[in-house]
């Protein structure tokens, strides 16, 4: 079910359509995913429902993502082939040469994240902002964490243009932008289709429009940090989950000893054995990083056999084992490192 701003509701705006919010223009019935639903299971909701992109919900209902024809296929994919490659995937049968888009891997190894959403009252110029700095085509309307509705590009298109032209202006430059897009576009095609021939388009510079170029690069700034924050955080969680799985062979533990003896025989003191996350210790290397008595009592998986090693073999022949802090991020440990050391 659409809701869409009619007529009335713009004369009856407090101050003009800018005043309008996501609600009257989202579609309130959404069509969506799971995180662990199935890639072929996507591609047929996207399929059935002409839908090019779904939310995708984690098991408590809340948003975490989106799910498009171009994650499924990949960007080349989807270009070169589109949709009789993603109804041979929906049918559960993608061509051999399809990488990365394995019929029956979860949504959640494909899907795109952070997700980028609006609430319910967020302006239509907001949203205008938002899909022209993320550079994507909808947003989930979320409210308590919970999905309300969907807003595309394609809804603010259909809005400005029950608009006058002078009151999709007045809107806003960013809002009446996209009535002059598809003004813009519409009289393109007809003079090429006319004189066969590329029509120069002629640029109108102003104040406001410099103004909303600012504020899609701080938009996409922020953008960008988070993305890189929240890929830092799920490499910082692999590394964590490997240490804890990773058991230290007597193979590997004889690489690191010739490692060793060969830093000796260039001059060094001491062997960076092992660097893991502060997450690693069981109380997050609060007793490392005081250096309180007990911390090799919180070493966990790969750090604590070395630790075991160590003790067994080669602190009886007079070697030292020192933890150190290597790496701050934002005032918060990040990395520790165990050090064997010879030097007495």
Not at 60 to 70: E, F, I, L
Request: charged share 25%; with cysteine; aromatic share 6%.
């Amino acid at each position: 079910m659409k809701i869409l701003a009619s007529a009335a509701m713009f004369k009856h705006a407090a101050n003009s359509p800018a005043s309008l919010t996501a609600t009257a223009i989202m579609t309130a019935h959404v069509i969506c995913t799971t995180t662990d639903a199935s890639v072929q299971s996507a591609a047929q909701l996207l399929r059935d429902h002409h839908v090019g992109a779904l939310p995708v919900l984690d098991s408590a209902g809340k948003p975490v993502g989106m799910v498009s024809d171009g994650d499924l296929l990949g960007r080349r994919v989807e270009q070169d082939r589109g949709e009789w490659w993603l109804e041979m995937l929906a049918r559960g049968a993608p061509p051999a040469d399809l990488s990365g888009a394995i019929h029956d891997r979860p949504v959640h190894a494909v899907m795109t994240t952070p997700l980028i959403t609006v609430g319910p009252h967020t302006p239509v110029t907001e949203i205008a902002r938002s899909l022209l700095a993320h550079r994507i085509k909808r947003l989930p309307v979320v409210e308590s964490d919970r999905l309300v509705g969907i807003v595309s590009r394609t809804d603010l298109l259909d809005l400005v243009e029950r608009l006058p032209t002078a009151e999709a202006d007045q809107a806003g430059g960013l809002f009446g932008a996209f009535g002059r897009h598809r003004a813009s576009l519409a009289e393109r095609l007809a003079a090429s289709a006319a004189t066969k021939r590329p029509e120069v388009e002629t640029k109108t510079l102003s104040a406001t429009g410099f103004r909303d170029l600012v504020e899609a690069y701080k938009h996409e700034k922020l953008d960008a940090a988070a993305k890189a924050r929240h890929a830092a955080e799920l490499e910082r969680q692999r590394q964590v989950k490997t240490i804890l799985e990773q058991r230290v062979s007597g193979e590997f533990w004889q690489q690191l000893l010739d490692h060793a003896e060969l830093a000796a025989k260039h001059g060094e003191k001491e062997l960076l054995l092992l660097r893991f996350p502060a997450d690693v210790c069981s109380d997050g290397g609060r007793k490392i990083n005081i250096v309180e008595e007990g911390w090799t009592d919180t070493l966990r998986g790969e750090a604590a056999e070395i630790y075991a090693r160590w003790a067994n073999e080669l602190k009886p022949k007079g070697f030292g084992l020192d933890a150190r802090v290597l790496s701050f991020e934002n005032g918060v440990i990040g990395d520790f490192g165990l050090f064997l050391t010879w030097n007495s």
